[in-house]
């Protein structure tokens, strides 16, 4: 892995430029089939962001999330 100054040195000298994301190819998990949640599994992450403490910069895109979580799990209880 390269060290901060590296990457400085690289950026600043732009001999070697990061890629654009249009250059990087996205990654997906080997093996996985399935990338939804279960119900059990939106249930965990409920609670868990409900036992957390989030900053302020953080709070509306956990509200966001959880509400989503949310309505996940009525709609999988309704099934």
Excluded at 7 to 17: A, E, S, V
Excluded at 27 to 51: P, S
Excluded at 59 to 77: C, D, F, R
């Amino acid at each position: 892995m390269a060290s901060f100054r590296q990457i400085k040195k690289r950026l600043l000298d732009n001999k070697n430029p990061l890629p654009t994301p249009e250059q990087i190819e996205p990654k997906t998990l080997e093996g996985t089939e399935d990338n939804t949640f279960e119900y059990e599994e939106a249930r965990y992450m409920l609670n868990l962001i409900a036992k957390s403490d989030f900053k302020g910069q953080d709070v509306q895109v956990v509200y966001n999330i959880a509400l989503k979580l949310q309505t996940l799990i009525k709609e999988m209880n309704i099934q």
